[in-house]
Nanobody, 123 residues
Framework: QVQLGESGGGLVQAGGSLRLSCAAS????????MAWFRQAPGKEREFVAA????????VYGDSVKGRFTISGDNAKNTMYLEMNSLKPEDTAVYYC????????????????WGQGTQVTVSS
C-alpha cells in the first residue's frame, strides 16, 4: 500500500509559477511509475506528466509541454511538478498518482492517489 499527499497548490496570476510536491509514504520510486493528473470542473481527469524512475524518463501531456517539469527526490520519497507560464486553463485540482509497471496516460491505470491540491490561475 502506498499513501500519497500533495501540497503546494494555490492562487496565481496568469504567467506565474507554482511548484507542487507529492510525498509518498514509502519508497516508491524504484518500483512505480509516478504521475500527475488534473481535473477541472465538469471535465475528465487529464494526464499531465509521468516519471519512470527505473529509466529516469519523463512524459508530458501536450497541453503542458515546455511549461511544466516533473522531477523527484528518491531520498525524500517526494515528486515535484514545477509549473511555469501558467494559464487560466491550467486551473484544476492536481492529483499525484502511482502505478506498478510502465507509464500509462489513462487515469484508470493508476492504483494509488493523493487527495488533490487546487491550483487556480487568474487572468
Amino acid at each position: 500500500q502506498v499513501q500519497l499527499g500533495e501540497s503546494g497548490g494555490g492562487l496565481v496570476q496568469a504567467g506565474g509559477s507554482l511548484r507542487l510536491s507529492c510525498a509518498a509514504s514509502r519508497r516508491t520510486f524504484n518500483i512505480y511509475t509516478m504521475a500527475w493528473f488534473r481535473q477541472a470542473p465538469g471535465k475528465e481527469r487529464e494526464f499531465v506528466a509521468a516519471l519512470n524512475w527505473s529509466g529516469v524518463s519523463t512524459v508530458y501531456g501536450d497541453s503542458v509541454k515546455g511549461r511544466f517539469t516533473i522531477s523527484g527526490d528518491n531520498a525524500k520519497n517526494t515528486m515535484y511538478l514545477e509549473m511555469n507560464s501558467l494559464k487560466p486553463e491550467d486551473t484544476a485540482v492536481y492529483y499525484c498518482s502511482a502505478k506498478r509497471g510502465p507509464y500509462g496516460s489513462s487515469w484508470r491505470a493508476y492504483d494509488y492517489w493523493g487527495q488533490g491540491t487546487q491550483v487556480t490561475v487568474s487572468s
